[in-house]
């Protein structure tokens, strides 16, 4: 039974998690000072959470699907030189296609649950942020082999997130909510850019497009990564032109070394995919190292977990920032 539920909580990316954990606290805080639905801005992080899982899910079908009917696929040699877990427990028979199917439709069917409450509760007015992240949702594996997969996950982390959360608590609209997702969504981002990045030549092979692979080589394509954690540290600046927020935002520049290390440790990996980067005592958490040592998985995940953890702390001194300026 516990092997099982760490499969599932394997399969469906459990670690990507805090990413809209994070998202959503910064704009259920800000709802928070405007007198918003404590619970209900609870209830919005439970169907969030479950539709981010089950894209992680749909995501992962989709990939298997398209890996298997290549000609020259060999199991066993994709296990040996995969740089990480994605697929793994399919590939090796841990859970099978329905298995993973349905837990797509079980964590879908919990948030329109969700959804349906909302609906009742609050108006209509939320559908329109609902239908914008289902669609996201279900067609992301599709936009995300068609150069889309940051504009969508843009959307679903700025837009999308923050205005569905901050109407379902206060039952407004705010066109602050606009300005205020755009540091988080940018660093939301970020993950995912790394991620394409490191996946450069196995997309290439896939004849998947993305940005990075835009460029001649993997090196070229950190010019993107360097400008988004650039626009990720100027964007506080127009929270507080726009009297969203107190210079107190200015806490998540305590970041910046992990910034940094994050983009030298970029390069480094598309010197040397093999590398390992230096760790300082601020990197933490990472979790299962031993296990990603066994699966020769911990070049690409320690760089996942630098990127994740990156969110999570500019993510927390954003949101403290933004109560700080109203004590």
């Avoid at 899910?57 to 290549?70: A, E, G, N, T």
């Avoid at 939320?126 to 936009?143: D, E, H, P, T, V």
């Avoid at 993305?210 to 600046?237: C, E, G, H, R």
């Avoid at 520049?253 to 300082?280: C, G, W």
Wanted: net charge neutral; hydrophobic share 50%.
């Amino acid at each position: 039974m516990l092997n099982k539920i760490t499969t599932v909580f394997e399969c469906s990316r459990i670690f990507s998690l805090p990413m809209t954990i994070m998202s959503w606290l910064v704009v259920f805080v800000w709802a928070l000072i405007s007198s918003g639905n404590v619970l209900y801005g609870i209830l919005a992080l439970i169907g969030i959470s479950f539709v981010h899982l089950g894209t992680n899910i749909l995501d992962d079908y989709f990939d298997y699907k398209s890996l298997i009917k290549q000609s020259d696929f060999d199991s066993q040699e994709y296990l040996k030189n995969a740089q990480k877990t994605k697929c793994r427990y399919l590939i090796t028979g841990m859970m099978s296609e329905l298995e993973l199917l349905l837990l797509a439709v079980t964590y879908f069917g919990i948030a329109f649950i969700l959804g349906i409450v909302f609906y009742l509760k609050c108006g209509q007015g939320i559908l329109y942020f609902a239908i914008a992240g289902g669609l996201i949702a279900l067609s992301y594996s599709f936009l995300s082999r068609i150069r889309l997969s940051e504009a969508a996950v843009a959307i679903a982390y700025g837009p999308a997130l923050y205005g569905g959360v901050y109407y379902v608590m206060t039952k407004t609209y705010s066109w602050e909510i606009m300005i205020l997702c755009i540091p988080t969504m940018i660093m939301t981002v970020v993950l995912l850019y790394i991620h394409t990045v490191m996946d450069f030549d196995h997309d290439v092979n896939e004849g998947h497009y993305t940005i990075a692979n835009l460029f001649d080589s993997q090196l070229d394509a950190l010019v993107v990564l360097k400008a988004l954690l650039v626009l990720a540290y100027i964007s506080p600046i127009f929270l507080c032109i726009f009297d969203i927020a107190d210079w107190q935002v200015f806490l998540v520049y305590i970041t910046i070394p992990m910034a940094i290390d994050l983009y030298k440790s970029m390069s480094s990996f598309s010197v040397d995919p093999q590398s390992i980067p230096e760790h300082k005592w601020y990197h933490f958490p990472m979790e299962n190292l031993k296990q990603l040592k066994k699966f020769n998985a911990s070049a690409f995940m320690i760089r996942m977990y630098q990127s994740r953890n990156l969110m999570v702390y500019f993510s927390i001194l954003l949101a403290i920032g933004i109560v700080l300026g109203v004590l």
